[in-house]
């Protein structure tokens, strides 16, 4: 099993940055496909972006050139990079790890572990 713990959300003003960590123990992250994905009140779950074991990555449209995704194998850690942040940006933002690959990565049911999450709050 790995545990997932997230950190580094706040509240920023619109066109500001922010970057996610997360941080996962009992096991390497190497062995996993990580991801990101956050809810709005009121609004369903949608996925972020992920970073394959391979180490490519993959993102929803409306962050793409704006958010990047990076993992530290040697921390065992995560990043979400958040640049240029949007009011609609404002979610709790969760990360995720799944053992197996899955062409429907953008799907939240396919993930086998999630963090507590972390409130990003953008202000216009």
């Known amino acids: 099993q790995v545990q997932l713990v997230e950190s580094g959300g706040g509240l920023v003003q619109a066109g500001g940055s922010l970057r996610l960590s997360c941080a996962a123990s009992?096991?390497?992250?190497?062995?996993?496909?990580m991801g990101w994905f956050r809810q709005a009140p009121g609004n369903k779950r949608e996925f972020v972006g992920i970073?394959?074991?391979?180490?490519?990555?993959a993102y929803r449209d409306s962050v793409k050139g704006r958010f990047t995704i990076s993992r530290d194998n040697a921390k065992n850690t995560m990043y979400l990079q958040m640049n240029s942040l949007e009011p609609e940006d404002t979610a709790v933002y969760s990360c995720?790890?799944?053992?197996?690959?899955?062409?429907?990565?953008?799907?939240?049911?396919?993930?086998?572990?999630w963090g507590q999450g972390t409130q990003v709050t953008v202000s216009s």
């Open positions: 995720v790890a799944a053992r197996v690959a899955r062409s429907t990565y953008y799907d939240w049911t396919n993930y086998d572990y």
């Open positions: 970073t394959w074991r391979s180490g490519n990555t």
């Open positions: 009992g096991r390497t992250i190497s062995t996993y496909n």
